[in-house]
């Protein structure tokens, strides 16, 4: 009898999230790709001169980069060789155009901030990332790098510290405000997902899973917590006033979950549908890439990758 009743206190207390778990990327669709399955990993969406771009790495490390609104292959100089297209295929490094200066922003794998000609040379800018205790590389190197509204670009570097970057003035700060950690794990804190709300806030998901706020005026860091006990935050992205994203570690299935920030409040949207079948997504995502008009795209990794876009329902 007592197996029965928690069973079904198991059931009370899991049921609500079960129920919500089809509410987040449910209505996802497939794309098409331009290489079969078993031939292709997705590492990277951008937008570029106002187009969607994906890079895909096949088995025999050859990138393929194409339009998925129209399928149309790219084979503009920018990407097909040099430094840049180098940086779209590495999916550990961030990557952030600026077609007003005809360049990208990355971080390279000695931790430090570069400006990429888009068609010509890597200009060092600064040191952000350092090395973990007991090891002489492995720098904490973000994944992501945000615009600010104020058209300034925002990462983290050593022991979690923010640091901002203006273009205009060629200026690199490292701001007074650190990303949320653990005692003892400042340095395994780098920014995993980014993305600035309607409020002025950035928006934050770390490599441990923490979630975030910072405001770029005050420098203050609010810890929000963790959606679930994984590490990992994968993809963060507004819609319907709400904080959507995904996480999910490297070997695990990925979850979604929305923050509202007018309550504070977590939603666990549990699994994410397989639009092709009945069942759940079971690999990690890679690629994430949210648009301005609510559209989102992923992937999943690993050389059976999909690549899925969820819009936004139309408005009645």
């Known amino acids: 009898m007592k197996t029965i ?6 059931l009370v207390l899991l049921l609500p999230g079960l129920l919500r778990a089809e509410a987040f990327f449910k209505g996802a669709t497939t794309v098409n790709l331009p290489c079969p399955p078993g031939n292709r990993e997705i590492v990277r969406m951008i937008v570029f001169n106002g187009d969607v771009i994906a890079a895909i790495r096949t088995a025999d490390n050859n990138p393929v980069f194409f339009r998925p609104a129209d399928m149309e292959s790219i084979t503009d100089e920018a990407f097909v060789g040099g430094k840049l297209a180098e940086v779209l295929l590495n999916p550990t490094l961030p990557l952030v155009p600026d077609i007003e200066r005809q360049s990208a922003y990355t971080i390279i794998e000695n931790g430090k901030l570069v400006r990429i000609g888009l068609f010509g040379p890597v200009e060092e800018i600064g040191q952000l990332a350092g090395t973990r205790p ?45 990303l949320p950690a653990m005692k003892g794990r400042e340095a395994w804190a780098s920014l995993d997902a980014g993305v600035f709300g309607p409020d002025g806030l950035l928006y934050g998901g770390t490599f441990d899973g923490y979630l975030f706020t910072f405001d770029p005026k005050t420098l203050q860091v609010v810890n929000l917590g963790k959606p679930f006990r994984q590490q990992r935050i994968r993809g963060l992205a507004f819609r319907n006033g709400k904080l959507v994203g995904i996480g999910g570690e490297d070997d695990g299935m990925p979850r979604s979950f929305a923050y509202d920030p007018q309550t504070r409040g977590f939603e666990l949207g549990g699994a994410i549908p397989d639009p092709n079948s009945n069942s759940p997504l079971l690999e990690s995502i890679g690629a994430f890439l949210a648009l301005p008009n609510g559209t989102i795209y992923f992937s999943t990794t690993g050389r059976l990758a999909n690549l899925y876009v969820w819009k936004p329902e139309p408005v009645k």
Not at 139 to 166: C, E, H, M, W
Request: charged share 20%.
């Open 5 to 10: 009743y928690r069973i079904l206190l198991l």
């Open 134 to 178: 007991y090891e002489n590389n492995g720098y904490q190197i973000s994944r992501v790098i945000v615009k600010g509204p104020d058209d300034a670009l925002y990462t983290a570097g050593v022991n979690g510290a923010i640091f901002k970057y203006d273009p205009a003035a060629n200026k690199l700060e490292k701001l007074n405000a650190v």
